[in-house]
């Protein structure tokens, strides 16, 4: 069964730097592109970013350009976020999953950024 199992994240002032990492399991991993996606509150998961299925090609949504950076690991299965310059609008629950064909969520990680 396919799963996804994000770090645990916490509380981070203002301009601080926090790195997330997901484990996925039960389905090919480097045959797929991966995402990390945000939720505020309310139902939405928003796009933060994607790498490509070998890790070549990365694109960013504009709020997080320039600040984090998206990587994976095909051996161990991951895909990590690193978040620079945080600021409070990056508040919210991290998930990660495929870009296509979603599979079910995985439990998410809370990253607060305030000080």
């Known amino acids: 069964q396919a799963q996804f199992v994000e770090s645990v994240g916490g509380l981070v002032q203002p301009g601080g730097s926090l790195r997330l990492s997901c484990a996925a399991s039960g389905f090919i991993f480097g045959y797929y592109s991966m995402g990390w996606y945000r939720q505020t509150p309310g139902p939405e998961r928003r796009f933060i970013a994607r790498?490509?299925?070998?890790?070549?090609?990365?694109y960013y949504a504009d709020s997080v350009d320039g600040r984090f950076t998206i990587s994976r690991d095909n051996d161990k299965n991951t895909v990590d976020l690193q978040m620079d310059n945080l600021n409070p609008g990056d508040t919210g629950i991290y998930y990660c999953?495929?870009?296509?064909?979603?599979?079910?969520w995985g439990q998410g990680t809370q990253v607060t950024v305030s000080s």
């Open positions: 999953n495929r870009v296509t064909t979603k599979l079910p």
């Open positions: 790498i490509g299925s070998t890790g070549t090609s990365r």
